[in-house]
């Protein structure tokens, strides 16, 4: 009897002292959270300052501030420098130090991920639909499009073709991508706002082509999908399935995307300008929750409007963002060609409309994509 | 057994060379089989794993050392060391509790707690992930409990941790169960009847005849642990410096053209995980030569 007893109180204890064992590391994780500025930072400054290593010098006139900026796919280098400009502009102006973290992925996953809890202090997303969402869900103010300059924009992009040396297909327009034996690789446009744009840009060529005729234009749209292999999910992973993996014979790419693809991997691409594509506006906005929370309302709206200083605007024009300043614009009018652009607004309806109708469940691209049809 | 040798060999002296060779197969046929093993070896193993090296250090020591000290590179490393170290442990605690339980005693459910533990093998990584941020995101069952009280458990390291942690999870329970049952319950019996304590029976008893199998456990949940990547994407957030562990790093990295720099931390994942396996050839070599010593 004795020998059953002494046996069976042992898994009990053992499992209890791994619970225990359990709870304390639960513990520490969430301290190394904090200390790391990224959760909670408003309820626990004091935890926070003796925890992290840098901020104990606390009579310092401002503690140093951390924000995340939640971005899409193709604007990594861009804030790489945009960011370290505006920590020495910050630091000239106040004093304070400023570390701005970066992450980046499709831009509907992203805005998924802030609605999910990332506590991103600003968002710079690809299109304005991906922060409606987030609005929607209360983090921000319904009319954060009204809150910076251009609708909040503060460069634009556009849609343009990338093809490989000599252009061996012949690709010339968004006519040629429906042809056989062209095989085009373009991101998912239920999670990638890139791809959005290009599939809006691919509607708009051929709406016009047909006069307005809805059925021929899906017809178009259903064959260009037909020649696409692979959907990635953003457009970055694209970029890399076109010109690392070698699959594709043109790639829909923001104009950014195409440049600096030649860039860095030489010329072993060309850019194709179609006769018609769209304007691209990516738009930026503060996350009121988080920042209100967080208490870095202040630098994060100073962070954004630094994009449109002539600093800003040319950082973003060196990393191949057309500038919407028209001064800055001139300055590197060689490299952005002018070419006939859609609007979203005027010529989709706004992007709740283009959502809607185009994206969401049941939509267009759902009426003519069907995965793994050839 | 030198004696055996000794006897076969004088009884059959004519045909000395029979001995060396235990198969019957002429030496085309051994060749070809070796040479498409090591083939096949070379092919899937070592070639990428030399690939991984030479990518990193195709633009020199400058440029590998330079992404190995880049402070992203370093805080990811960090990550993935933090994440290891809470997750290996509380998974072997765990491992023994439930090993302990399921082979030395009977109960109702057993066989569900097999399975349950069994579990995180057969969900695929990207959903255990989701699973948690379901649980844990803002608009999760959790989310706004923790988000009044400022807690942030996904994009946050303990997320991080608590997916790693449900992938780990049997490692080390799988590895201790079927040694434990093959072991019985008659040492530990003997020892209670001699008036040994719980503690004392699992410290002088169990442990020490679990003690390879379990360091074995220990080490297969270490490698996973480190280079755990659906799982943890999901929950992750991507905040470079900060919640990238060095998996993700590596293709964030890819994903910029910094090759490699990619390669130069992958091949960094790489070296803990030949540690790893070292570690793991260390303790088979010692079982091994346990048993012998069991057997002579």
């Known amino acids: ?374 | 057994m030198a004696g055996g040798i000794a006897t076969s060999r004088s009884v059959r002296k004519p045909a000395p060379a029979d001995i060396g060779r235990p198969t019957s197969e002429p030496a085309a046929v051994r060749w070809l089989l070796i040479g498409i093993a090591v083939l096949f070896l070379t092919l899937i193993v070592l070639l990428p794993l030399i690939t991984v090296f030479v990518e990193g250090l195709k633009r020199g020591w400058e440029v590998y050392l330079s992404a190995l000290i880049d402070p992203d590179a370093v805080s990811a490393l960090k990550l993935t060391l933090l994440v290891a170290a809470i997750a290996v442990p509380l998974n072997t605690v765990f491992g023994i509790a439930a090993s302990w339980l399921i082979a030395k005693f009977s109960f109702r459910g057993k066989s569900l707690l097999l399975s349950l533990i069994d579990l995180p093998f057969s969900v695929s990584p990207v959903i255990a992930g989701f699973m948690f941020l379901l649980l844990f995101g803002a608009q999760g069952y959790l989310g706004p409990w923790l988000d009044e009280r400022g807690l942030q458990v996904v994009f946050a390291p303990p997320g991080i941790v608590l997916a790693t942690m449900f992938v780990t999870f049997p490692f080390v329970a799988r590895e201790l169960i079927p040694l434990m049952q093959a072991q019985g319950i008659q040492e530990e019996e003997a020892a209670a009847t001699l008036g040994a304590k719980g503690f004392r029976i699992f410290w002088s008893v169990t442990l020490p005849n679990i003690k390879w199998g379990l360091l074995y456990g220990l080490v297969l949940c270490n490698a996973r642990a480190m280079g755990e990547f659906g799982a943890v994407s999901v929950v992750s957030g991507h905040i470079r410096g900060e919640t990238n562990t060095l998996p993700l790093h590596v293709e964030i990295l890819y994903n910029e053209y910094q090759f490699s720099a990619s390669f130069a931390a992958a091949s960094l994942l790489m070296l803990l995980a030949l540690l790893t396996l070292g570690a793991k050839s260390l303790v088979e070599w010692k079982t091994a030569q346990r048993n012998q010593d069991l057997e002579g």
């Open chain 1, 1 to 374: 009897m004795s020998k059953r007893n002494s046996l069976s109180k042992w898994p009990v204890l053992l499992l209890t002292a791994s619970l225990a064992l359990g709870l304390t590391a639960c513990g520490s994780g969430n301290n190394a959270a904090n200390s790391a500025g990224s959760g909670g930072a408003a309820n626990a400054p004091a935890e926070n300052t003796a925890a992290n290593a840098g901020a104990t010098e606390a009579p310092a006139p401002k503690d140093p501030v951390e924000l995340l900026n939640v971005s899409y796919d193709p604007t990594r280098e861009l804030y790489v420098s945009f960011n370290a400009a505006f920590a020495k502009y910050w630091k000239d102006k106040t004093g304070q130090e400023v570390t701005v973290k970066q992450s980046h992925g499709g831009s509907g996953k992203q805005s998924l991920s802030v609605i999910g809890g990332l506590k991103a202090d600003v968002v710079t997303l690809a299109l304005g639909y991906d922060i409606d969402a987030i609005a929607e869900k209360g983090l921000l103010n319904k009319d954060w499009k009204g809150k910076f300059e251009d609708n909040s924009a503060p460069y634009t992009s556009t849609i343009v073709f990338l093809v490989r040396k000599g252009n061996p297909k012949g690709i010339k327009d968004w006519s040629d991508l429906v042809k056989d034996g062209v095989q085009v690789i373009t991101p998912n446009p239920k999670t990638s706002g890139g791809a959005r744009w290009n599939y809006l840009a691919a509607w708009g060529y051929a709406q016009k082509q047909d006069g307005g005729d809805e059925a021929k234009t899906k017809e178009f749209i259903k064959k260009l999908f037909q020649n696409v292999p692979v959907l990635d999910s953003g457009a970055r992973g694209s970029t890399t399935t076109f010109t690392e993996r070698g699959i594709g014979d043109v790639l829909l790419a923001w104009e950014n995307e195409a440049f600096l693809s030649q860039k860095e991997l030489g010329d072993k691409f060309e850019i194709v300008y179609p006769s018609l594509s769209i304007l691209a506006e990516p738009p930026v906005a503060v996350v009121d929750k988080v920042v209100d929370s967080k208490g870095t309302r202040e630098v994060a709206e100073e962070y954004l409007k630094y994009l449109y200083t002539d600093e800003g605007q040319k950082i973003a024009a060196d990393n191949f963002y057309r500038p919407i300043n028209p001064d800055i614009a001139a300055q590197y009018k060689d490299t952005f060609k002018d070419l006939e652009l859609l609007q979203i607004d005027k010529d989709f309806g706004g992007w709740a409309e283009a959502q809607k109708k185009h994206f969401a469940d049941g939509g267009t691209f759902d009426e003519i994509y069907t995965p793994g049809s050839k």
